[in-house]
Each structure stands twice: as structure tokens, then as C-alpha cells.
């Protein structure tokens, strides 16, 4: 087994020889196994052990046996314990999920502070299985299916091409001892359930399971390198890019052979679970909405408009940001600069220029309310703000990024970077302001 890694080293990962290694170890068999082969090998190792206080005093012995360990081996050791049921418990979520989100978390801390330049994890062969094997029976895209990668940012898995048996067999040969976490021989947990009920009769029916599993990964992974490939040439008919927002022609991706699956493709990293609804999008009626996490995508007439989802109270967008007088600039919610100037030069949607003595301060900046109306320049009497925004075609999400400076008795002066109003337009006598975006 040595030897095997020795090669995979060279030849997968020759960068690693002068690299600060920290190797993330529960004490079970497998990250053991690790940190001998790697210490054997003269690599520049640390490790690094999470008690997450779920087995009462086995848990400590085993924050004790890693402690040893690394004594033993002449390496650097850190520790950390976790109150991982409580945590879980405020955080909503299952304990698997809230200890692997603490320990990746705390893995970051240390190798942040550290100046390590990889995370290790012990990783294998069945554990690739296992976990195909779970996304398979939740249900999953093609990525679920493709396997653990072997390197992942800053986090690399070395046994993947090494099974279980394996690595047992090296560790008694060798005399290793380890830690046993008795919780892995409970059927409680899915992956548990596969690892005892289910892989024993599938390596029965085939003794070389992992062997062809292996070929199946490679097979799929190569599928997934061609998808990617056609949905990143698709991708320059189909995506607009304009700061935050990205846009996808409608028209085109329903040219495409099979729609869904490309909004699939084209919409996945940003964490829509719905993609029925998201799909529906492109039939749908403008203006109709629909939430990730983290996004929000929305129906225009020609596209489906994609942007950071924003989370405000009502309260929060009732508010009123105050300007008081003689104040030069704002940064804050948007950039906003006020100068007196003698003359006015060209006047475009960035800038404008008004009457000084029409300012009434304080004056306010906010977003829009239905009702709100503004005379608009190069035009006789007043237009509702929502008429004005049908008429220029806004879609929106544009209608809810927009923001009006106003005078204290509410009036606009302006629909900043659209339209000023003509009250308070620049008269012969008058002194200019000069207002702009910065």
C-alpha cells in the first residue's frame, strides 16, 4: 500500500512533496492509516481532531489516542471540542450535517492561521460507493453521481483509489492501532444501513465491485465534462451578463432541444430546488417571481432575469435616507454628489442640474410607493411613476432597484439615472446645483 500511494503521489500530486500538509483525523482506521503511510513517506504533516461530544468518554479517549499519535510521530497536533447536539439543534438541522459543517468550518480556521497549503481527509474507495449510492436512492443530478473528488479547492482525498479492505489489511500487517467508533457498526444512519445491508450482497454478486464502480465514475465524469462543455458554448447565445444580473433569452432556450434540461444546466449553481416552477418561468406571465436561498429570478417579457436575493422587512424598504444641506457627497444607499457650478454643461441620465433655491432640505432619498408622481422634463402636466415605468419597459426587478431623490415635502427632483422633474429645472436667474451619481 505504500508503495501504491508512493506512485499516486508522483504521479497525481507531485505538487504536495513541499506543501504543509494538515490531516483532518478522527482516529478511526482509515485517517490513521493516513497520517503512517504519509509520515513514512516524509511528508511535511500536521493533524488536526474534532471531539464533537456525542459518545461520552470515548469521545475524549479518542481526542487522547490522537494526542499520543502525534507525539509518537513527532508531528504537530490540534484539538478542538464541539457542543455539536446543541448546536444542531439551534441550527435546525441533523447532527451528521451540523458536525460536518463545524469540523470543515474549523479545518479552514486552523490552515487559514496555520499556513497550511492542503486539508487531507481519508477518504476511500466504499465511502465513494456509499455516497453514490445515497444520491442515488434521494434522487440526484448527474454531479451526484459522479463521485468524491479527489481534489477540491484546498481539500484532497489520497485513498480514493484504495478500498477498505485495504486499508485493514495494511493496518494489521503493520501492527497500526486505531480507534473504533462503535456508532459506525449502528444501522441508525443511511449510510451505515448501505455499508452493512446493502454493499455486502452487491460485492457478493460482483467481487469486483469497486473495480467496475471505478470505470462507471470515469464514464459519467466524462459525460459530465461534455454537458459542461455544450452548455458553456449555449451559454453565449443565451446569457446577458450586466453587473449583478444576468439575463437568459427566452427565445433561444426555447430553441433548444430539450429546454428544461438546459434551464437545468444553466441555472443549478444557484441553489433552486423547484426547477419545475423555474422551468415554468419561460410560459409564464411577466413579472412572476421565483426564490432560491439566495436568488431570485424573475419573468420579463424577453428574458428571465437572475439577481442576488435581497431579504427586507417592509419596514426596511419604507425607509428614508435624509441629506442634510450643504452636504458635498452620500455613499450611502447609493452614491450620490452635489456641486455648485456657474454653468450648465451636457446633461445626461448620471446627471442633472436644478434650481438651488427649489431645494428644500433635508432632502431624502427612498425607494418608490404606488401613487408616487413626477413631472417629467420635455413634457406638460404629471405621470404616475408606475405609468412611467410601463412605458419605458422596465422589468421588475429594475422597478425595485430604482431610487428617487426628493425634496422634504416628498416631491422628486429625481428618478436617479432615469428622469428629472421639471419643477425643478434650472431658471435663467437662478443659482445651479449640480447633482450626479459618483
Known amino acids: 500500500m505504500l508503495q501504491k500511494l508512493s506512485n499516486i503521489l508522483q504521479q497525481n500530486f507531485p505538487f504536495l512533496k513541499e506543501k504543509k500538509l494538515l490531516i483532518a483525523i478522527s482516529g478511526g482506521i482509515d485517517s490513521v492509516v493516513l497520517t503512517h ?29 490522537v494526542k499520543d499519535l502525534a507525539k509518537k510521530l513527532e508531528i504537530r497536533c490540534f484539538t478542538t471540542s464541539f457542543e455539536t447536539e446543541r448546536i444542531a439543534k439551534e441550527n435546525k438541522e ?15 480556521e486552523i490552515r487559514q492561521e496555520n499556513n497550511f497549503d492542503y486539508i487531507l481527509t481519508a477518504h476511500h474507495a466504499d465511502d465513494n460507493l456509499e455516497t453514490f ?28 483509489k484504495f478500498s477498505r479492505e485495504e486499508i485493514e489489511v495494511f493496518a494489521k500487517e503493520e501492527k497500526i ?4 467508533d462503535q456508532s459506525n457498526t449502528s444501522t441508525k444512519y443511511v449510510r451505515n444501513k448501505i455499508r452493512h445491508n446493502i454493499l455486502p450482497v452487491l460485492k457478493e454478486i460482483n467481487p469486483s465491485l469497486l473495480d467496475t464502480f471505478s470505470k462507471t465514475l470515469t464514464h459519467l465524469q466524462e459525460s459530465t465534462q461534455i454537458i459542461s462543455d455544450r452548455v458553456a458554448a449555449i451559454s453565449k447565445k443565451v446569457v446577458l451578463k450586466e453587473n449583478d444580473i444576468i439575463k437568459f433569452r427566452i427565445d433561444e432556450i426555447q430553441q433548444l432541444s430539450n429546454p428544461k434540461a438546459y434551464v437545468y444546466q444553466l441555472l443549478r449553481a444557484y441553489n433552486f430546488t423547484e426547477f419545475n416552477d423555474v422551468y415554468n418561468l419561460l410560459s409564464a406571465q411577466a413579472g412572476k417571481q421565483v426564490f432560491s436561498k439566495t436568488h431570485v429570478i424573475l419573468k420579463d417579457r424577453d428574458f428571465l432575469i437572475l439577481s442576488i436575493r435581497e431579504v427586507a422587512s417592509k419596514e426596511t424598504q419604507e425607509l ?17 454628489a452635489f456641486e455648485e457650478v456657474t ?31 413626477f413631472h417629467p422634463t420635455g ?15 422596465l422589468s421588475l426587478l429594475e422597478k425595485n432597484n430604482t431610487w428617487l431623490l426628493c425634496n422634504n415635502n416628498d416631491a422628486i427632483i429625481w428618478i436617479i439615472n432615469r428622469r428629472q422633474d421639471s419643477r425643478f429645472k ?13
Open 37 to 65: 503511510l504519509l509520515s513514512r513517506l516524509n511528508f511535511n504533516i500536521s493533524l488536526a481532531h474534532c471531539n464533537f461530544n456525542l459518545r461520552g468518554t470515548e469521545s475524549d479517549l479518542d481526542t487522547v489516542f
Open 94 to 108: 441533523s447532527t451528521q450535517i451540523a458536525a460536518r459543517n463545524l469540523r470543515y468550518s474549523w479545518f479552514q
Open 133 to 160: 449510492l445515497i444520491n442515488l436512492i434521494r434522487g440526484s443530478g448527474l454531479d451526484g453521481f459522479t463521485g468524491i473528488p479527489e481534489i477540491n479547492g484546498n481539500i484532497i482525498r489520497l485513498l480514493l
Open 177 to 180: 492501532s486505531w480507534r473504533e
Open 320 to 336: 428614508k435616507f435624509h441629506i442634510s444641506k450643504n452636504t458635498a457627497k452620500i455613499t450611502y444607499p447609493i452614491h450620490l
Open 343 to 373: 454653468a450648465q454643461k451636457i446633461q445626461n441620465k448620471n446627471t442633472i442640474y436644478v434650481s438651488k433655491e427649489s431645494l428644500k432640505f433635508p432632502l431624502i432619498v427612498r425607494k418608490w410607493r404606488n401613487g408616487d408622481y
Open 379 to 393: 413634457m406638460q402636466g404629471k405621470k404616475k411613476l408606475s405609468k412611467y415605468f410601463k412605458d419605458e419597459k
Open 426 to 438: 434650472v431658471k435663467s436667474d437662478s443659482e445651479i446645483t449640480k447633482i450626479y451619481l459618483k
